[in-house]
Nanobody, 127 residues
Framework: QVQLVESGGELVQAGGSLRLSCAAS????????MGWFRQAPGKEREIVAA????????YYTDSVKGRFTISRDNAKNTVYLQMNSLRPEDTAVYLC????????????????????WGQGTQVTVSS
């Protein structure tokens, strides 16, 4: 069982930056791949970025490549999402998720394959 708690979301102007954090419980954090998803009102939940257990493998959706960076600190049981050059279309609730196995690279993007979820943190980007 993994419990996840996100923090760092707030209101920011377009072009600004935020760093989200997701703190995980448990002693085997490095066994879990971690994902950041987002959900805007009236839209489906979508992958933003994901990272493998060792931190070597990362996955980004096209719209955030070059602007967002996912990282993790396994000693602190924490995964981060550094978000730069924020746009109004980045406005959403950002959720952290964990899964124990990632058979294929494309599976990082599949929300249904993540059994553990945090409550989310609101990111609002004003124009």
């Amino acid at each position: 069982q993994v419990q996840l708690v996100e923090s760092g979301g707030e209101l920011v102007q377009a072009g600004g930056s935020l760093r989200l954090s997701c703190a995980a419980s448990g002693r085997t954090f490095n066994n879990y791949a971690m994902g950041w998803f987002r959900q805007a009102p009236g839209k489906e939940r979508e992958i933003v970025a994901a990272i493998g257990g060792s931190g070597v493998v990362t996955y980004y959706t096209d719209s955030v490549k070059g602007r967002f960076t996912i990282s993790r600190d396994n000693a602190k049981n924490t995964v981060y999402l550094q978000m730069n050059s924020l746009r109004p279309e980045d406005t959403a609730v950002y959720l952290c998720a964990a899964r124990s196995r990632v058979p294929n690279y494309g599976d990082y993007a599949k929300a249904n394959n993540y059994p553990y979820w945090g409550q989310g943190t609101q990111v609002t980007v004003s124009s």
